[in-house]
């Protein structure tokens, strides 16, 4: 059976501030570099492919066997980097597989951003053809996301990162990014980042779309926990959305992480919520037995909103049985299928009701 296509997300772009260094720039000289700086950067060794595990620790402490082994060293208490690259990365420099640039440089060459830079942390990959600088600020807050997700969700919804690091791929421009999804996706035009469920990788612009862009760390955080998500099921699982009564289940729970992280006073979700509140108050909702009953090619911007609604009362930490029975759904749909009426059963109410109780807490 094919895989389907990646999950459709009709919001919005995620945005990060600043101008890009976008077109191919020279590499700097070498002659100027201290006799411990190589000319001559080794190529990065290639590793091993996100295959589920079964067993051990649900967040290693390195995916893709040992750091160390491979001549390997950390540095920012982020990234791992050759050993022989470290003299040129502590002068700034970085290798693109051909000589050495500035961490402020794009490649020297005009490349793919999946042909650029490698960014290696614990988790993840991250490839990038925009200077390594921006590439970095994607790295750490995808990193700390793997660790927040698997921290607070790992064990509930039975969460175990795969054997080898999870790709992201960093696009400098908002060209290649848009061209990248029509290969994909009907109508990419909005979007920010997504995961393509065929290759499990996320892909993110760092140029905003021009239209309704969300900060881009909400935008990276939805898609990220898709990724997660789907790379912790077994393989004959993996690639595939819940289905129909639950596809909303799968965009409501990422939405929801779209807030994790957040300082105080820095609420991700409170956007969203505004934007529900005011639709809300001006009769523009949709009912909860209708949103279930949405497909995937249906699911518009406005769920969005809503859902984080709905599952700011599904999650409440101060209910923590009705907590713990969404979770547990969410728990088995990543393994098999669930019966429409599962939510119902767990929380003893009828959709009606689980409606009425919901709708209480919008103006809250």
């Known amino acids: 059976?094919?895989?389907?296509?990646?999950?459709?997300?009709?919001?919005?772009?995620?945005?990060?501030?600043?101008?890009?260094?976008?077109?191919?720039?020279?590499?700097?000289?070498?002659?100027?570099?201290?006799?411990?700086?190589?000319?001559?950067?080794?190529?990065?060794?290639?590793?091993?492919?996100?295959?589920?595990?079964?067993?051990?620790?649900?967040?290693?402490?390195?995916?893709?066997g040992d750091p160390a082994a491979r001549d390997w060293m950390k540095v920012d208490?982020?990234?791992?980097?050759?050993?022989?690259?470290?003299?040129?990365?502590?002068?700034?420099?970085?290798?693109?597989?051909?000589?050495?640039?500035?961490?402020?440089?794009?490649?020297?060459?005009?490349?793919?951003?999946?042909?650029?830079?490698r960014l290696r942390t614990d988790h993840l990959a991250v490839y990038t053809n925009a200077s390594w600088r921006r590439a970095l600020q994607v790295a750490r807050e995808a990193e700390l996301h793997v660790t927040r997700l698997v921290r607070d969700y790992g064990e509930p919804l039975d969460l175990r990162l795969p054997q080898g690091p999870m790709k992201v791929i960093v696009t400098a421009t908002r060209k290649e990014f848009v061209r990248t999804l029509r290969g994909l996706v009907h109508d990419p035009?909005?979007?920010?980042?997504?995961?393509?469920?065929?290759?499990g990788n996320v892909y993110v612009s760092l140029e905003p779309a021009k239209q309704g862009p969300l900060p881009w760390r909400a935008d990276l955080r939805h898609e990220m926990t898709h990724q997660i998500l789907d790379l912790s099921r077994p393989l004959a699982r993996r690639a595939r959305p819940f289905a129909t009564p639950w596809f909303w289940l799968w965009e409501a729970f990422s939405v929801?992480?779209?807030?994790?992280?957040?300082?105080?006073?820095?609420?991700?979700?409170?956007?969203?919520?505004?934007?529900?509140?005011?639709?809300?108050?001006?009769?523009?909702?949709?009912?909860?037995?209708?949103?279930?009953?949405?497909?995937?090619?249906?699911?518009?911007?406005?769920?969005?909103d809503q859902t984080a609604s709905l599952m700011r009362f599904l999650l409440d930490e101060g209910q923590p049985a009705r907590?713990?029975?969404?979770?547990?759904?969410?728990?088995?749909?990543?393994?098999?299928?669930?019966?429409?009426?599962?939510?119902?059963?767990?929380?003893?109410?009828?959709?009606?009701?689980?409606?009425?109780?919901?709708?209480?807490?919008?103006?809250?």
């Open 256 to 304: 929801w992480s779209e807030g994790l992280g957040d300082l105080p006073g820095d609420d991700t979700l409170s956007a969203r919520l505004g934007r529900f509140r005011r639709k809300y108050a001006w009769g523009e909702w949709t009912p909860l037995a209708s949103l279930f009953a949405l497909e995937q090619e249906s699911f518009a911007g406005q769920h969005y």
């Open 77 to 117: 208490d982020l990234l791992w980097i050759e050993r022989r690259d470290e003299a040129a990365y502590r002068k700034g420099l970085v290798t693109d597989g051909v000589s050495y640039v500035s961490v402020d440089a794009a490649p020297t060459r005009s490349v793919s951003a999946e042909a650029g830079f």
């Open 1 to 64: 059976m094919l895989p389907i296509p990646p999950v459709r997300r009709a919001f919005l772009a995620a945005a990060v501030a600043g101008a890009l260094l976008v077109g191919g720039c020279e590499g700097l000289p070498t002659d100027g570099l201290a006799p411990d700086v190589q000319t001559q950067p080794a190529p990065l060794q290639i590793d091993r492919p996100p295959l589920p595990r079964h067993d051990g620790p649900r967040l290693p402490a390195f995916s893709g």
């Open 189 to 199: 035009v909005g979007w920010g980042a997504f995961y393509d469920a065929r290759s």
């Open 323 to 364: 907590r713990n029975a969404v979770l547990n759904i969410i728990r088995r749909l990543l393994s098999g299928p669930v019966p429409s009426d599962a939510l119902a059963r767990a929380l003893g109410m009828t959709t009606a009701e689980i409606e009425t109780a919901w709708r209480e807490t919008v103006q809250r």
